[in-house]
């Protein structure tokens, strides 16, 4: 394709679900480098104007050239960054998307509302000459005032709005200052200070590392310019965190950036602490507490080099880098790293994408690794770097199964459980409890008839909460008043079935009124800080139970915390789902891996009616390696991931037979086409979703399934042009996962 920067058509990627471009006619005052392909346009789209990418720029169209809309303006001086758009590119091409939405998704809230990235400064503020000859006291009427004077005083080079309003001051203040000439202010370029060489570059040192760290490291120091995909599988405490840390060091020190990627729950302020602490350099942390100016410093601070470290959840990998050296993801087996709408990437394999592309290291960690990371580590693929002991004193505990058949419960917990809870709490330490359900209990029972509180919209049951004391659908998030009665029978003798959290802190509470008890769900810390104020809380050390789901099983470092208990080991057992019983292992091994952290060792007992499950006993005798072995192995005679590719066309309409005949006529053409391709590709179904219907709407899937990733793409590329030609589509919601993690 000639790039001309005079070309009479430009190819535009618009936020749209089409997957194609759209053409415009240049127009408005070109950029400084004439037009080019990653230039943000706004253009005309439909009745509204939409923020699109320039493409292509060419001297012809399928159009007549005179029918194309002009570009209303040119919103950069100079392209986006390259590596950023290549991302884009390859993720819209891998996961079937539109670009112009992907690109959407990958870019900051303000670029996507056309604001400009070039040029950005920010704002210092400087005593005046007046400024300087005034004494604070003079202002004693307004002491805030006065204070903000003074701190300035202290800082003859000024300090940046931001740096003044961290000490809570206000715009006001300044604004008032400024007003009586005592203060200014001028906006300075955004650019970056030099970094401190090699030799200065740790504010606090490295540890030394054990044997196997220094293994793992050097194996990495091997090939610090290439890509180098390793796995670094170890136990819960093992160091991993520090072999990262030096994997930087060295990255940084050589004028290079690392990302680091870790998973919705594991940015907490005790991580990014951590890496600050290390480093004499600016640490970005891109998290969902920031505002949109501060996603797009961030951003441009990462695209401009000035930031060295950037470190943040799922998106971050469409962070640009101008002189990538290194890409970590810790806890890389991890669900969160995989988006579940719209655009379903999955943040773990852009990194692998990412790293290759840019001939850069690539360090995936995990205690439990996915079984797709485990087949290349032990397949030879990828450098297999174990950590098998802990760093500190004790090896991770064992996991002890517990018989839950026949023995009366209370809260979820039977009685030899309760008894090792009270001895754990007299010797003065923590105990953890974990319940995979928040609310008081999984749902609401008839006693006369069997009645269950069931959802209107989905085929699920509604949730029992008592704080507020309400019915709540999981799924939808449907609510609903408590009845007084039941509404088939009309017995009032209604009670809650199973525990969920508030129900086991419940009966802990009223067991050990002495001893405080925290709940930690998504409802006890809908306040942002209410989290943090818990674990400092338990941080102190003394003897305390907490209470909680996954959120309190992922990333927190517990230190007093000696038993930790499981209510219910069986929920993966015998789910449907091919993944359930990877996932519920490495989820009772990450709770298992809070256990006797510091000081004293530590106890898992794990509650099960299934005590005698010959996996969940190789995973109690023999640890998560030994299992994830016999379910590769399982996997591979099944024919499913990691040894086979997958993909998954949804369907959902509000009319069962819409999306169900819009399905059956999907899989008969793309069959047809396979065999006419002789194309060695599999279409199962359709058959109806785990959950058929959720939100009053019928879900119907369609699965493909190949030995090789390049039938499996020619298959999903003819699909979903299939979809977008045939009008019947539009009557039907649809949506293609490549690489599904749930089914
Ligand atoms: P992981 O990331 O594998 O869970 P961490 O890196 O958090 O493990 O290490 C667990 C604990 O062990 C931390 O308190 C850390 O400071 C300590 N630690 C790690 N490596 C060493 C080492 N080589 N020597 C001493 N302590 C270490
Ligand atoms: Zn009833
Ligand atoms: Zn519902």
Request: glycine share 6%.
């Amino acid at each position: 394709m000639p790039t001309t920067s005079s070309p009479r058509a430009l190819g535009v990627a618009v936020p749209s679900p089409l997957r194609r471009l759209f053409d415009y006619r240049p127009a408005g005052t070109p950029p400084p480098g004439g037009w080019a392909p990653g230039l943000r346009v706004r253009v005309p789209f439909g009745r509204r104007q939409v923020v699109g990418v320039v493409m292509e720029c060419r001297d012809h169209s399928e159009l007549p050239l005179a029918e194309l809309k002009p570009v209303v303006a040119c919103l950069d001086a100079a392209p986006l960054p390259a590596d950023w758009l290549w991302l884009c590119r390859f993720t819209a091409r891998y996961y079937q998307h539109s670009l112009g939405d992907t690109f959407h998704q990958a870019m900051p809230t303000l670029l996507r509302q056309g604001r400009a990235l070039e040029g950005r400064t920010r704002e210092r503020w400087q005593l005046t000459a007046a400024g300087r000859d005034t004494p604070a006291e003079a202002l004693a009427r307004a002491p805030r005032q006065a204070e903000l004077l003074a701190m300035l005083a202290q800082h003859p080079h000024g300090l940046a709005t931001q740096a003044i309003l961290a000490q809570s001051f206000s715009r006001e203040q300044l604004r008032a200052l400024a007003a009586k000439g005592l203060v200014a202010s001028h906006e300075e370029p955004l650019t970056a200070r030099p970094l401190p060489d090699a030799d200065h570059l740790l504010a606090e040192p490295a540890l030394p590392l054990n044997r196997e760290q220094a293994a793992a490291l050097a194996t990495l120091h091997e090939r610090l310019d290439a890509y180098h995909p390793c796995l670094l599988e170890g136990v819960t405490g093992s160091g991993k965190t520090e072999v990262y840390l030096q994997l930087i060091e060295a990255v940084v020190g050589r004028g290079r950036q690392a990302l680091v990627l870790v998973p919705e729950i594991g940015l907490t302020p005790q991580t990014l602490a951590r890496f600050r602490h290390r480093f004499r350099v600016p640490v970005v942390a891109l998290h969902s507490g920031l505002t949109d100016h501060e996603r797009l410093d961030a951003w441009e601070a990462a695209a401009s080099g000035r930031a060295p470290i950037v470190i943040g959840t799922r998106s971050a990998i469409f962070t640009p880098l101008a002189r990538p050296g290194a890409i970590i993801v810790d806890e890389e087996h991890d669900g969160s790293y995989k988006q579940q709408d719209g655009l379903r990437y999955h943040a773990r394999d852009l990194a692998v994408a990412r790293a290759h592309h840019h001939g850069i290291p690539l360090l995936l960690g995990s205690a439990t690794p996915s079984l797709e990371s485990l087949a290349r580590g032990l397949s030879g693929e990828w450098r297999h770097l174990p950590l098998t002991r802990r760093a500190t004193r004790h090896a991770p505990a064992r996991l002890e199964l517990v018989d839950l058949r026949g023995r009366p419960r209370q809260g979820g917990l039977i009685p030899p459980v309760m008894e090792a809870i009270e001895e754990t709490l007299t010797a003065g330490h923590q105990v953890l409890v974990f319940v995979n359900r928040r609310g008081f209990a999984p749902t609401l029972a008839c006693h006369a008839c069997g009645w269950l509180a069931e959802c209107d919209a989905c085929d699920a049951r509604m949730t029992l909460h008592r704080q507020p004391p309400l019915l709540a659908c999981h799924h939808c998030d449907r609510r609903r008043a408590l009845p007084e009665a039941c509404p088939a029978c009309g017995s009032i003798d209604l009670r809650p079935l199973g525990s969920g959290t508030e129900r086991t802190e419940e009966t802990l509470a009223a067991r050990f009124p002495k001893v405080p008890v925290y709940r930690i769900d998504r409802d006890s810390t809908r306040r942002r800080d209410a989290f943090e104020q818990a674990l400092a809380e338990v941080r102190r050390g003394d003897p305390c139970l907490l209470v909680g789901t996954q959120m309190l099983a992922k990333g927190h470092h517990l230190p007093h915390v000696t038993l930790v208990v499981v209510v219910n080991a069986d929920a993966g057992l015998y789910a449907s789902d091919f993944r359930a019983l990877e996932q519920s292992a490495q989820l009772l091994v990450q709770v298992a891996g809070r256990a006797g952290r510091a000081a004293h060792p530590g106890r898992v007992l794990v509650q099960t009616l299934h005590p005698e499950d010959p996996q969940l006993r190789l995973l109690a005798e023999r640890g998560y390696a030994a299992l994830a072995e016999q379910l590769l192995e399982e996997r591979r005679a099944a024919a499913l991931p990691p040894f086979r590719f997958l993909a998954l066309l949804r369907l959902e309409s509000a009319r069962e037979e819409a999306a169900g005949e819009l399905a059956r006529r999907a899989a008969g053409a793309l069959r047809g086409w396979l065999a006419e391709h002789a194309l060695a590709a599999d279409c199962l179904g359709p058959v109806p979703a785990p959950m058929e219907r959720r939100q009053g709407r019928y879900h119907l899937q369609l699965m493909l399934s190949a030995a090789k990733r390049s039938a499996l793409h020619s298959a999903c590329a003819w699909l979903t042009a299939w979809l977008e030609a045939t009008p019947e589509a539009r009557r039907v919601r649809w949506s293609l996962d490549i690489d599904p993690q749930t089914l």
